[in-house]
């Protein structure tokens, strides 16, 4: 066994030995479909922070989790899963909704990219709004839409209060905006911490908040799509 192989199977030990315990697995579960602070994840579990610290300190020993800080309040910090790092579990269970909404602040790029990829690879209708909406999509955004064959419409950004009342089902809001998370608090049943691509404003950054956004619908999509 050569230096390279060894490492592999030492880390592969290790991320078996920190899914070995039923606390742990239930974080996996949770941040297999969203970001979430430690304090949500406490709430969620019904596990006291103390101990929450420490699962959270095995795992990210272990490479399965990762934590960075908020593009909003720069006091909270996300976990989110490693890509790639364990076998992709069943996944939660999650209610099939009437429509999926996604928010951001200004709705003016990742929510209407997400919203693009999400009519892509679901049926079930799909929205976007903002918790403090722009004048206009941003023209980055558009142009990464068209360099990925997706449907993006250029519409006028909308406050979330104006999306109106689905049909079939509760809406399921996803926040792909720390700060928009963080406004909207419990109101978003899932939040995929994706940096903004605006602030930066390169053909990179856009085209990196696309492949993370088109990798978390890729996971969602088949768990609501499934009978609940």
């Known amino acids: 066994m050569n230096i390279e192989q060894s490492l592999d199977l030492d880390r592969r030990v290790a991320v078996h030995a920190a899914l070995a315990d039923p606390t742990r697995l239930r974080v996996v579960d949770l941040l297999s479909v969203g970001d979430a602070a430690s304090s949500e994840l406490s709430v969620r579990l019904g596990t006291p922070s103390n101990l929450l610290a420490h699962h959270l300190k095995v795992l990210e020993g272990a490479g399965v989790v990762t934590r960075h800080r908020s ?10 899963l490693v890509p790639g790092t364990v076998v992709p579990a069943p996944g939660p269970s999650l209610a099939r909704p009437g429509r999926v909404v996604f928010v951001c602040t200004a709705n003016t790029a990742r929510s209407h990219l997400a919203a693009a990829l999400w009519r892509r690879a679901s049926a079930i209708p799909v929205t976007s709004a903002g918790t403090r909406p722009a004048t206009r999509v941003a023209a980055a955004a558009r142009a990464t839409a068209r360099r990925h064959h997706l449907d ?11 999306i109106g009342t689905p049909t079939g089902g509760e809406d399921l809001l996803v926040t792909v905006c720390d700060l928009a998370h963080e406004e909207l608090g419990t109101d978003a049943a899932l939040h995929w911490s994706v940096p ?25 999509a088949p768990l609501l799509a499934r009978p609940s």
């Open 196 to 220: 903004d691509p605006v602030a930066a404003g390169t053909r990179a950054a856009f085209d990196l908040a696309h492949d993370e956004l088109a990798r978390r619908v890729e996971v969602l």
């Open 71 to 80: 593009e909003g309040d720069g006091r909270r910090s996300y976990w989110r």
């Open 152 to 162: 993006l419409p250029d519409v006028a950004p909308q406050h979330l209060s104006a």
